[in-house]
């Protein structure tokens, strides 16, 4: 089967938590001292505080692998790996962080979904997912990428085949190692 011939599916998503707007006030002073929590299944990232803010702009990103066919119908990983969490909440003083609200984001349908922006508004909704009241939006940049791995190997595995056929007496094999670096941070 050539690469022409297999169904693309993203090996990893890069999602930047670019601001929120229109967010409910829990601070004190009439602002928030908010962040952002990003996760999918265990792997989870933080932005930074912006503190006495009622529209917060971080701009921080983060990426996530993506198991292999998670994308793909009845794809592995399970319900976990394919949604994405991004919790807004106000970081208190005294006591646990009040949540302010939060978007749950189906990845399996935001890929299929060709004629989607990158970049997009997304309602926050309360703790239980429910939209009860105005908790605002976050407004994200989803990515989805593949790291082609397969055509590398391929390539490397016809180079060995020339050499061997030039010196038929040398046996060797040729091993490559391609380490796996993501360009993002932990926040």
């Keep these: 089967m050539s690469l022409a011939d297999q169904q693309w599916s993203p090996t990893s998503v890069q999602v930047t938590v670019l601001q929120a707007r229109g967010l409910r006030i829990k601070g004190k002073s009439g602002t928030n001292d908010a962040y952002a929590v990003m996760q999918v299944g265990k792997e989870k990232y933080q932005t930074s505080v912006v503190e006495k803010s009622v529209a917060p702009a971080w701009k921080e990103e983060a990426s996530f692998d993506l198991p292999p066919l998670l994308l793909q119908a009845g794809g592995g990983g399970g319900k976990d790996r394919s949604t994405l969490h991004v919790q ?83 046996h060797f094999q040729m091993l490559a190692v391609f380490p796996t670096a993501s360009i993002s941070r932990k926040l």
Excluded: Y
């Design 88 to 170: 807004v909440l106000h970081r208190a003083l005294v006591g646990p962080d009040k949540l302010l609200g939060q978007a749950v984001i189906n990845l399996l349908q935001l890929s299929e979904d060709k004629t989607r922006n990158k970049t997009e508004w997304f309602k926050l909704l309360d703790k239980t997912g429910k939209p009860d009241k105005d908790r605002g939006e976050v407004l994200l940049d989803v990515q989805f990428m593949r790291n082609n791995m397969t055509a590398s190997m391929f390539d490397l595995s016809a180079a060995g085949k020339i050499i061997n056929r030039r010196h038929p007496s040398t």
